[in-house]
């Protein structure tokens, strides 16, 4: 029978190359809802391909416009809206997969309510484990939802893992995070403050959103997974290495305690892991191109302590950092993060006071042990407002 997937954030760079995927292997799999945040015309022409049961936007104003556009073109498609409706698609009866691409945390609602129903959870939004830590995790065991990495390092990782993962702690010495160093990589630290905005976006290797592009280019986004790599894999902090790999050809490692390592490969395209998380446990032809050993460059590597890669990436230790303090405190680095970049984005910071904001963030916001959603919105709502205070600070 054909798989139904929900894909959450549609529009976006994960959610259309995960709909790339489907469509090539319209027997294995339907599309059953699509959300996205405000692109109706995108919505639309994905709509008229797919024709899903629902399409969900989050502003009220984008679902009534695309409501419209899909009257008037008589497609079966009905059009939802808001958040509440997300997390109703998300959960649906009739949703077999759900793919989570909506960025930031906004998307821990609705990874929670595919999580509870237990779904075929497809986490692409590594913020859902960034936030929601051991909550996320504990609504995957109790609503017995199959939780599968869609980030190229946690893919690589999970298929370099034993099957048996009660044995991952005891078989395993170390996980290795590979990271490019994104276009900043031989910069030297002196002068990122000159960074705009489109030289952060603008990528070596991988073709991302700008968000997730700007983190690549300070290397929160590598902090981010080290700290989803802690709550997917359930090694402690120390057991988790980062490692520059400019080619981003080896997509993370696995070492195991007779110093062997296992690592997968592939060409810097998201369809192979999206591919690999649709179909598993099979595998199915993803549409990206294999790579070609007779052609590869040279791989190589370099630690986080050469080339001053620990002055230029600063907020790559906050990961270790937050999962050695309170619980919640990921949630604030998050928070801090989101706002932060947005600030430079709209050029109200320079790039290297990113990771300024989040310092003082950090220091103003010391959470309790978030027990509910509830909570966790909180302190994240806390987090924004301190992570705004320090930007105007800044400004000033």
Same mark, same amino acid.
């Given at each position: 029978? &054909?798989?139904?997937?929900?894909?959450?954030?549609?529009?976006?760079?994960?959610?259309?190359?995960?709909?790339?995927?489907?469509?090539?292997?319209?027997?294995?799999?339907?599309?059953?809802?699509?959300?996205?945040?405000? $692109?109706?015309?995108?919505?639309?022409?994905?709509?008229?391909?797919?024709?899903?049961?629902?399409?969900?936007?989050?502003?009220?104003?984008?679902?009534? =416009?695309?409501?419209?556009?899909?009257?008037?073109?008589?497609?079966?498609? $009905?059009?939802?809206?808001?958040?509440?409706?997300? $997390?109703?698609?998300?959960?649906?009866?009739?949703?077999?997969?759900?793919?989570?691409?909506?960025?930031?945390?906004?998307?821990?609602?609705?990874?929670?309510?595919?999580?509870?129903?237990?779904?075929?959870?497809?986490?692409?939004?590594?913020?859902?484990?960034?936030?929601?830590?051991?909550?996320?995790?504990?609504?995957?065991?109790?609503?017995?939802?199959?939780?599968?990495?869609?980030?190229?390092?946690?893919?690589?990782?999970?298929?370099?893992?034993?099957?048996?993962?009660?044995?991952?702690?005891?078989?395993?010495? &170390?996980?290795?995070?590979?990271?490019?160093?994104?276009?900043?990589?031989?910069?030297?630290?002196?002068?990122?403050?000159?960074?705009?905005?489109?030289?952060?976006?603008?990528?070596?290797?991988?073709?991302?959103?700008?968000?997730?592009?700007?983190?690549?280019?300070?290397?929160?986004? &590598?902090?981010?997974?080290?700290?989803?790599?802690?709550?997917?894999?359930?090694?402690?902090?120390?057991?988790?290495?980062?490692?520059?790999?400019?080619?981003?050809?080896?997509?993370?490692?696995?070492?195991?305690?007779?110093?062997?390592?296992?690592?997968?490969?592939?060409?810097?395209?998201?369809?192979?892991?999206?591919?690999?998380?649709?179909? +598993?446990?099979?595998?199915?032809?993803?549409?990206?191109?294999?790579?070609?050993?007779?052609?590869?460059?040279?791989?190589?590597?370099?630690?986080?302590?050469?080339?001053?890669?620990?002055?230029?990436?600063?907020?790559?230790?906050?990961? +270790?950092?937050?999962?050695?303090?309170?619980?919640?405190?990921?949630?604030?680095?998050?928070? =801090?993060?989101?706002?932060?970049?947005?600030?430079?984005?709209?050029?109200?910071?320079?790039?290297?006071?990113?990771?300024?904001?989040?310092?003082?963030?950090?220091?103003?916001?010391?959470?309790?042990?978030?027990?509910?959603?509830?909570?966790?919105?909180?302190?994240?709502?806390?987090?924004?407002?301190?992570?705004?205070?320090?930007?105007?600070?800044?400004?000033?």
């Amino acid at each position: 029978m &054909k798989q139904r997937v929900t894909v959450l954030g549609s529009t976006g760079s994960v959610g259309a190359n995960t709909l790339d995927v489907i469509a090539r292997h319209p027997e294995r799999f339907e599309v059953f809802a699509l959300s996205a945040s405000s $692109q109706v015309d995108l919505m639309l022409r994905q709509c008229a391909q797919f024709r899903p049961s629902f399409a969900v936007m989050a502003q009220d104003d984008a679902a009534r =416009a695309l409501a419209d556009r899909i009257a008037s073109e008589g497609l079966p498609t $009905q059009v939802l809206a808001g958040a509440a409706a997300i $997390q109703s698609v998300a959960g649906h009866e009739s949703t077999d997969v759900v793919m989570a691409a909506i960025v930031g945390a906004a998307g821990l609602a609705a990874c929670l309510a595919a999580a509870r129903a237990g779904k075929k959870l497809l986490l692409a939004n590594k913020e859902a484990l960034v936030v929601g830590g051991e909550l996320f995790l504990a609504a995957v065991r109790e609503g017995g939802a199959r939780l599968l990495p869609i980030d190229s390092e946690h893919s690589a990782i999970f298929q370099s893992l034993p099957e048996d993962a009660a044995s991952w702690d005891a078989r395993v010495e &170390k996980i290795i995070l590979t990271a490019s160093g994104g276009p900043f990589r031989t910069r030297t630290p002196e002068s990122m403050r000159h960074v705009t905005p489109e030289q952060a976006c603008a990528h070596p290797n991988w073709v991302m959103g700008r968000k997730i592009s700007v983190d690549s280019a300070t290397m929160m986004n &590598k902090a981010l997974e080290v700290i989803e790599a802690r709550y997917l894999f359930g090694l402690a902090p120390q057991r988790l290495e980062v490692v520059i790999h400019p080619q981003s050809v080896i997509h993370s490692m696995v070492q195991y305690r007779d110093t062997s390592v296992v690592a997968q490969l592939g060409t810097p395209d998201m369809r192979v892991p999206i591919a690999y998380g649709l179909a +598993w446990p099979e595998r199915v032809a993803s549409g990206a191109q294999a790579l070609d050993f007779s052609t590869l460059a040279d791989m190589s590597f370099e630690s986080l302590d050469s080339r001053g890669h620990r002055e230029r990436f600063p907020g790559l230790q906050l990961a +270790w950092d937050c999962l050695a303090a309170a619980p919640g405190t990921t949630a604030v680095l998050n928070a =801090a993060n989101e706002v932060g970049v947005a600030a430079f984005l709209d050029r109200r910071i320079r790039f290297d006071q990113i990771h300024a904001v989040n310092l003082a963030t950090l220091a103003a916001v010391l959470p309790s042990k978030p027990a509910t959603l509830q909570d966790l919105l909180a302190v994240d709502a806390q987090a924004r407002a301190a992570a705004n205070q320090a930007i105007a600070r800044l400004g000033a």
